[in-house]
């Protein structure tokens, strides 16, 4: 176990890489099918939110119950600049000059065309919500002296998924659907990957025991600043 105060030992792992990677992932793939929207059982929502976007919170709540809130925060910035390289590349690609015998234009700029203002509130939200999930699960972790995982977990992600959610469709949208609608979105966003969430909290349990047993590492944030600004 990690002594109050430290982290894990210097370097990184294979299997802090292997959480880090599967967190990226998650975070780019859930921004690409986000485009499509479902209609599941009378529930109309991004596929993203019902398919891979959830799992970045439940790598984000490994990384930073096993690791700690340093090592996460350091992730969930690394993210931030994959997303914006997957971003950059896909709008670049988008304004080169198609082959005269492609016909795949008109689709590419439907599917994956950007608009400035969904990307500010994509951005914007995953770092509000990422950084608030992480700095929860952080502090409830030292309060419940490291019992209850379920509960860290579930409030963290409420809290997070919470902030991603009102972030995300209030700057996205605002304006431009009613009020009602936009609360009813914001709600219904957040509950969606929340459940998504606790019914994953078998499989967090799972991963997070594996971890500890096998990096022989359980980290307490005691006296870690939760500023995202740190890189230390």
């Not at 991004?46 to 090592?71: C, H, K, N, Q």
């Not at 997957?86 to 690609?93: E, H, Q």
Request: hydrophobic letters at 50%; a positive charge.
């Amino acid at each position: 176990m990690t002594l109050p105060g430290s982290g894990p030992a210097p370097g990184y792992s294979r299997w802090f890489v292997a959480v880090a990677a599967l967190f990226v992932t998650a975070l780019i793939t859930s921004n690409i099918v986000a485009v499509k929207i479902v209609d599941i059982g009378g529930l109309v929502v991004p596929a993203g939110t019902v398919t891979v976007f959830p799992l970045s919170y439940i790598f984000g709540d490994i990384l930073t119950e096993v690791y700690g809130y340093r090592r996460a925060r350091l992730i969930i910035w690394l993210g931030f600049a994959c997303n914006l390289l997957a971003v950059i590349a896909i709008t670049v690609t988008q304004y080169l000059p198609p082959a005269a015998f492609w016909d795949g234009q008109a689709a590419y700029e439907r599917i994956l065309g950007y608009t400035p203002r969904l990307l500010a509130a994509s951005f914007l939200a995953y770092l509000v919500g990422e950084f608030a999930n992480a700095a929860v699960l952080s502090r409830m972790k030292l309060l419940t002296q490291g019992r209850w995982l379920w509960t860290r977990t579930i409030g963290s992600t409420l809290v997070g998924q919470g902030l991603d959610s009102l972030v995300f469709v209030t700057v996205a949208f605002i304006g431009t659907i009613a009020g009602a609608d936009l609360l009813r979105t914001i709600v219904t966003a957040w509950l969606v990957k929340s459940a998504y969430e606790a019914l994953a909290t078998p499989l967090t349990y799972a991963v997070v025991n594996a971890l500890k047993r096998a990096e022989g590492v359980d980290t307490y944030d005691y006296g870690v600043s939760l500023s995202p600004f740190r890189l230390e």
